[in-house]
T-cell receptor
């Protein structure tokens, strides 16, 4: 039982480059979310999805896109990387709002 | 604006020395309060969900309680393996999205042998 799998674990990008952070879950959870974690800021919601084909913005969506074509996958796309996007990114999933999130192990992204 | 404040920011205890972590919140329409544990370099690990004032949940040496304005995470006779950052988060009826959790900044707990 893999849970929530994020790839890559580490990534260095140059300013202006684009990339996709991958997230996959094998628990058949309907709800999935992306958070970023910065020192002194806590976890902040970027985008979320309540089911395949349904996505919405969170607190800090600018510069990021998401799509949810399947229940299992929820990739996060950085359109044009900026140093302000240097952070640790966590993907999470849960069966519904009454349940706790299961988090992935994170992707540490550095934009230079 | 929904706010979640955790205190203290850091806490150092001796093994066996019980204490409590605080999570105070200012939100409209609380639909759940969550506690997570996070170890360095890892994702948060779910501990508890509390829904209504007066509710309590326990797991090993941890007990979480909820009032209308705050939640406490009580740690009884802690061991070094309880060292971690403990995160509090609230699920609200609006703000942060239909599935958004608003997180506090966490309490960094160190248990010394």
């Amino acid at each position: 039982n893999a849970g929530v799998t994020q790839t890559p674990k580490f990534q260095v990008l140059k300013t202006g480059q684009s990339m996709t952070l991958q997230c996959a879950q094998d628990m058949n959870h309907e709800y999935m979310s992306w958070y970023r974690q910065d020192p002194g800021m806590g976890l902040r919601l970027i985008h979320y999805s309540v089911g395949a084909g349904i996505t919405d913005q969170g607190e800090v969506p600018n510069g990021y896109n998401v799509s949810r074509s399947t229940t299992e996958d929820f990739p996060l796309r950085l359109l044009s990387a900026a140093p302000s996007q240097t952070s640790v990114y966590f993907c999470a999933s849960r069966p519904g709002q009454s349940y706790g999130y299961t988090f992935g192990s994170g992707t540490r992204l550095t934009v230079v | 604006e929904d706010q979640v404040t955790q205190s203290p920011e850091a806490l150092r205890l001796q093994e066996g020395e019980s204490s409590s972590l605080n999570c105070s919140y200012t939100v409209s329409g609380l639909r759940g309060l969550f506690w997570y544990r996070q170890d360095p370099g890892k994702g948060p690990e779910f501990l508890f969900t509390l829904y209504s004032a007066g509710e309590e949940k326990e797991k090993e040496r941890l007990k979480a309680t909820l009032t209308k304005k705050e939640s406490f995470l009580h740690i009884t006779a802690p061991k070094p393996e309880d060292s971690a950052t403990y995160l509090c988060a609230v699920q609200v009826g609006s703000g942060g999205g239909a599935d958004g959790l608003t997180f506090g900044k966490g309490t960094h707990l160190i248990i010394q042998p």
